[in-house]
Nanobody, 125 residues
Framework: QLQLVESGGGSVQPGESLRLSCAAS????????IGWFRQVPGKEREEVGC????????YYKDFVQGRFTITRDNAKGMVYLQMNSLQPNDTALYYC??????????????????WGRGTQITVSS
């Protein structure tokens, strides 16, 4: 059973950066599409971006606007979300998720079956 654990969250000021990590255990990431999602209280969980299992193709939600980058290191069982120019409205609980894939993916929460417990990011001055 694939298990995911997020880390790297914290409190930062507007304009600062954070790198989130997602560590996998129990199974290889080689054949998993990975997504990053976020949720604030009272709102639905939304996609931040996803990365394919094969060619590293990435997709980002419009609000990312070039500020975030998803990378993966299958050999280490790790996926990363580099977040730059953070703003207060990026404050949320951030999750990584995985879905078995031979290349394609649908970057929405309902399309992913394995989830971590999340890591909190708070952006405020």
């Amino acid at each position: 059973q694939l298990q995911l654990v997020e880390s790297g969250g914290g409190s930062v000021q507007p304009g600062e950066s954070l790198r989130l990590s997602c560590a996998a255990s129990g199974a290889t990431l080689d054949d998993q599409a990975i997504g990053w999602f976020r949720q604030v209280p009272g709102k639905e969980r939304e996609e931040v971006g996803c990365i394919s299992s094969t060619d590293g193709h990435t997709y980002y939600k419009d609000f990312v606007q070039g500020r975030f980058t998803i990378t993966r290191d299958n050999a280490k069982g790790m996926v990363y979300l580099q977040m730059n120019s953070l703003q207060p409205n990026d404050t949320a609980l951030y999750y990584c998720a995985a879905e078995p894939s031979v290349g394609g993916y649908v970057c929405i929460p309902g399309a992913f079956r394995y989830w971590g417990r999340g890591t909190q990011i708070t952006v405020s001055s």
